[in-house]
């Protein structure tokens, strides 16, 4: 592979040394600058002329931008530097993606979840009950979700490194941003590119529903990003959750359903999770039994009996299997405090659904909730009308800001902060706003009783709560 071939596949103009031979001097290692080692090849979004400096210094075989600026293309040119200038990042962050898994893993058995909700516990669930089954797995998501994106090159470098330090991979299960961009602009069918990419023998679409607005603006625009994905699969399985309208809707050539509403399905839950008929797993061994969780269990399921599994190790899988951080995880008994990741309307109203459920005469429900930062009004909006839906006169609900744990990525806005407000206001919905974190979690720590129900929701302004928990408990 030269570095012409390279740049044709990914429509790039190459500036520099165009007559770098790849297959001389390339490790197989598609990485990130700062990790970069002599003869990696390297991608990043953008990069200015002390970037070209650095990837030179450091003798990578190659670096691939969209967006060079700052005197790169001047100073490649200066120092013959092999610079991949491209239209589309993606395109090469999807190449970096096939080639390593072609390369490193050619006879892994690989499955990709995709969906709106409940990717991350599903793709971390499928990890755990392949690998408590004896298999060797890679999945990009972990407990502090950093590195359950596919713009850039960290899942293919981490493949790369894990067969070089701990041998032959037997699966892969990999999560697929059914939405992606970069500075407010689409990255247009991301879900279907990285899927092909990955060459699945099953995928998984949890549900649809709305997020990532400004990139999409309409449940339309969600359905047409991820109904690519069945052709991506094309003749393998995909698993499909039937209670979800607009997944029914997908053309799938061989989908495998599961309901929590019927059985007359693959898979089905009726007080435990059946099988063509058959009890696989009592309720009572679930991990959790909150309605939204048990979806993704559903899921996680039906993609391991779709790689053959059987149904006595699935069940021992799931048995022990430990939530993903911010999943409904309990923080504290007394009062109990539950944190979760719930940042969009449909994980919104799940969770604090299954909070209500939980309360009893002589408990109260506190929901903390961290307004999104910098993710532009309308999905603000969204969330707190699926707030307004399903908070009730006894729920006490506090709202913040987070000014004092978020950097300027993820900073609220006035535009956004009003939008909560004038909502609650409109429908008479009381709340208690703080700028920061720590005078919420404070405050609503003071008004709980020992027996009280506290709930914690929200995305990046919520992340921080647990440890500043720990210095308030």
Avoid at 54 to 62: G, H, L, M, T
Avoid at 246 to 258: G, M, S
Avoid at 259 to 273: E, H, K, P, Q, T
Wanted: aromatic share 8%; charged share 25%; net charge negative.
């Amino acid at each position: 592979m030269i570095i012409q071939e390279l740049a044709d596949f990914i429509n790039g103009e190459i500036i520099g040394n165009d007559t770098f031979f790849l297959n001389q001097e390339f490790t197989g290692r598609f990485t990130l600058l700062n990790d970069s080692k002599k003869g990696d090849i390297v991608i990043r979004h953008w990069i200015n002329g002390k970037g070209i400096e650095i990837a030179a210094e450091k003798n990578i075989a190659c670096l691939i931008t969209q967006t060079p600026k700052d005197g790169a293309v001047e100073t490649a040119r200066k120092l013959n530097f092999p610079l991949i200038v491209c239209d589309k990042i993606e395109l090469a962050n999807a190449y970096a993606l096939k080639w390593t898994v072609d390369n490193y893993s050619p006879d892994s058995t690989n499955v990709v979840i995709t969906g709106t909700n409940g990717k991350s516990t599903t793709s971390h669930m499928i990890y755990h009950i392949l690998n408590d089954a004896g298999y060797h797995v890679f999945t990009n998501t972990d407990s502090e979700s950093e590195f359950n994106t596919l713009i850039d090159p960290m899942v293919s470098k981490l493949i790369s490194d894990e067969v070089k330090d701990n041998g032959k991979l037997d699966f892969l299960s990999i999560e697929v941003s059914e939405v992606q961009g970069w500075l407010g602009k689409l990255m247009k069918n991301h879900a279907s590119l990285m899927s092909n990419a990955l060459n699945p023998s099953v995928g998984v679409i949890t549900n649809i529903a709305m997020d990532h607005i400004g990139l999409v603006n309409s449940i339309d625009e969600v359905f047409d990003e991820i109904s690519a994905v069945p052709k991506a699969i094309g003749d393998g399985v995909t698993v499909l959750n039937y209670d979800d309208e607009l997944v029914r809707k997908l053309d799938a050539k061989n989908p495998f359903y599961w309901s929590m509403s019927r059985n007359d399905v693959d898979l089905y839950f009726d007080n435990g999770i059946y099988y063509n008929g058959e009890l696989i797993i009592e309720k009572t061994d679930l991990p959790f039994t909150s309605g939204h969780f048990i979806q993704n269990i559903l899921s996680a399921v039906g993609a391991c009996i779709s790689l053959g599994l059987s149904s006595e190790s699935i069940a021992k899988g799931v048995k022990s299997y430990k939530a993903l951080n911010r999943r409904f995880a309990k923080l504290n008994d007394e009062p109990l405090i539950i944190d979760d990741f719930a940042h969009n309307p449909d994980g919104i109203k799940n969770t604090i659904r299954e909070c209500i459920k939980m309360v009893n005469d002589n408990q109260k429900l506190f929901v903390v909730c961290a307004i999104r930062g910098s993710r532009g009004v309308e999905i603000n909006k969204l969330n707190v009308e699926a707030l307004v839906e399903v908070l009730n006169d006894d729920v006490t609900l506090i709202l913040s800001s987070s000014k004092d744990v978020v950097n300027s990525l993820n900073y609220v806005t006035p535009e956004e902060k009003d939008v909560f407000f004038e909502v609650l206001d409109r429908n008479n919905v009381r709340y208690t706003h703080f700028d920061n974190l720590k005078d919420s979690l404070s405050e609503t720590y003071g008004l709980a009783d020992k027996n009280d129900i506290i709930l914690l929701i929200g995305a990046q302004g919520m992340d921080p709560a647990e440890s500043i928990l720990n210095n308030i408990l």
